[in-house]
DNA sequence: CCAGAGCGAGAGCACTGCTCTCGGTGTGCT
DNA sequence: AGCACACCGAGAGCAGTGCTCTCGCTCTGG
C-alpha cells in the first residue's frame, strides 16, 4: 500500500501518525483539556509551527484523535466472537465496550462526552461512530425479536434508520435497540465520569447485571446458568 | 438573612454572586472551555487578579457552577408536581430534567459530560447531584413495584444505597430505578451531544416513547394502556 | 534542470491562568 | 477613639498557549 508514494509522501504520513500517537500519548496522560500543539511538537523535537503543516488547528488534530477512537472502539467491539446464544453474545459485546472504555477513559471521554470544541464537525464522524450501534443491531438480528407498537412519528424514524443499516428487524425491536444502546452508554459514562460514586462505585455487579436486564428487555432469553460462563475480566 | 452582615460581607458574597453570574453567562454562551477569568473579570470591570480574592482558580469557579447547576437541575426536577398516577409523575419527572437540560446544555454539559479539569473534587458535589436519582425514588416509591432478584453483591450495594436514600423500595426495584437512571441520562446525553444526529435526530418522539417503555420497564402502570407487562426477573 | 510546491525553524501576536507586590480601606479589639 | 491587621483592588510580570508569517532549504514533476 506504501508503493508508488514519494518519499515525501510516505515521510508526510509517518509523521502524521508520529504526531497523532504522541498526542494520543498525552490525551491518555492528561486529558483532551491539556493537549498542547507545543507540547506534542516538543515531544517530537521539531517547531511547534511545522505541526500546521499537517493539521490546520488543534481542533482538527482532535477531531482526528475522535476518528481513531471511534474505530478503535468500533473494532474492539466487532472482535468479539458471535456465540450462538445471542443473550451471551450481547453480554460480550456490552463488556467489550465496557473493557474499552475503562482502558482508554480519555479516549472515551473525548468522543461522548461533552463536545471540546465550539462544535464538532459532525459528517467525518458519523460514520465510524455508527460501528458501535451496528454492532448491537447484529446482535439483536442473530434472536428472534418479537415487534412492538411505535407512535407513528418514531416509527418512520425507525423505519428510516433501519434502511441505514440494512437491518432486517422490525422497528419495534430496532427501537428497543436504540433504547439500550443509549442505556448501555450512559451506564458506562456513568461509571467513568464520577457519577455512581455513593451508589454503586465498584461498577462490575451492577453493569453486569443491567446488561442482563436490558437483553431481557431487549427480548433475549436469558441463559439461567449464570455461572456456566462468567463476564471476562 | 442579611443582617448581621458586615458592609464588606455583604459586598463580597454580592460580587461573588456578580462573578459566577458573568462566568455563566460565558458559560452557556461558548461553553466551559472558553470560559476565562480575565473575559469574566473584563465584562466585570475589575482586574483580573482581583477574581482571585474570590476563587482561587479556574477550576474553583467551574466548581461552583457544577454545583449551582446541580441545584438548578434539582430545583426543576423538584417543582415537578406529584400526580396520583405515577406512570405520569414519571414521565412529567424525565420530561423536566430533558427540558432543563436542552434548555441549559452548557451546564448540563458541564456536570454530566466530560470531567474538564485534571479532576473534580467529588465530595463538594455528591450531596446536590444526589437530587436528581432521588426524585426519581420519590416517584418510585408513590407505585407498588415488585421485588427482583439480585445477585449478592449488588445486592448489598443497593441495600446501602437505599439506606443512604431512606427508601423503602425493595432491592429489586431500587435496581431498575437506578437502571432507568443511567438510561435518562445516557439517552438525554446522546441527544445533547450529537450522538442521535444520523438515527433519532428530532428526539422528542424517540425520548417520548423511551420513557414509557422505561416506566414499563420499572413496574409502572402505563395509563394508556389496560394492563401492562410487568417486568420479569 | 529548474520553477514551484512542500517543508522546518524562528520570531512574533494576542491571549490565558496564576503570582506577587504595592498601596488604600474597612473591621474588630483595646 | 485609635490602632493593628486582615482584606481588597490594581498593576506588573511569568510561563505557557494557539496560531500566523516570513525566511530559507529541499524534494519533485514537467
Chains 1, 2 share one sequence.
Not at 176 to 184: A, C, D, F, K, S
Not at 189 to 197: A, C, D, I, T
Not at 199 to 208: G, H, I, K, R, W
Request: glycine letters at 8%; one cysteine or more.
Amino acid at each position: 500500500m506504501t508503493a508508488g508514494q514519494t518519499a515525501r509522501e510516505r515521510a508526510r504520513a509517518e509523521l502524521t501518525g508520529a504526531i497523532k500517537d504522541e498526542a494520543r500519548r498525552q490525551l491518555a496522560v492528561d486529558g483532551a483539556h491539556q493537549l498542547s500543539l507545543r507540547a506534542v511538537a516538543r515531544a517530537l523535537g521539531m517547531a511547534s509551527s511545522a505541526i500546521y503543516r499537517y493539521f490546520p488547528s488543534r481542533d482538527e488534530l482532535l477531531t482526528a484523535l475522535i476518528i481513531d477512537a471511534y474505530d478503535a472502539l468500533g473494532e474492539a467491539v466487532e472482535a468479539v466472537e458471535p456465540v450462538a446464544e445471542p443473550a451471551l453474545w450481547w453480554h460480550a459485546v456490552c463488556t467489550a465496550v465496557r473493557g474499552w472504555a475503562l482502558a482508554n477513559r480519555h479516549e472515551y471521554a473525548l468522543i461522548f462526552g461533552s463536545p471540546v470544541p465550539g462544535y464538532r464537525a459532525p459528517h467525518d464522524t458519523v460514520a465510524p461512530a455508527a460501528r458501535i450501534p451496528l454492532a448491537l443491531v447484529r446482535v439483536a438480528e442473530a434472536a428472534d425479536l418479537p415487534d412492538g407498537d411505535l407512535p407513528a412519528e418514531l416509527r418512520a424514524q425507525v423505519e428510516h434508520v433501519l434502511g441505514l443499516a440494512g437491518s432486517t428487524l422490525t422497528p419495534g425491536a430496532m427501537a428497543r435497540v436504540m433504547i439500550t444502546w443509549t442505556q448501555l452508554f450512559g451506564m458506562i459514562g456513568f461509571e467513568l465520569f464520577g457519577q455512581l460514586v455513593g451508589s454503586a462505585d465498584p461498577a462490575d455487579a451492577f453493569f453486569d447485571h443491567t446488561v442482563r436486564e436490558m437483553a431481557a428487555f431487549l427480548g433475549l432469553r436469558s441463559p439461567n446458568v449464570a455461572h456456566a460462563i462468567g463476564p471476562q475480566p
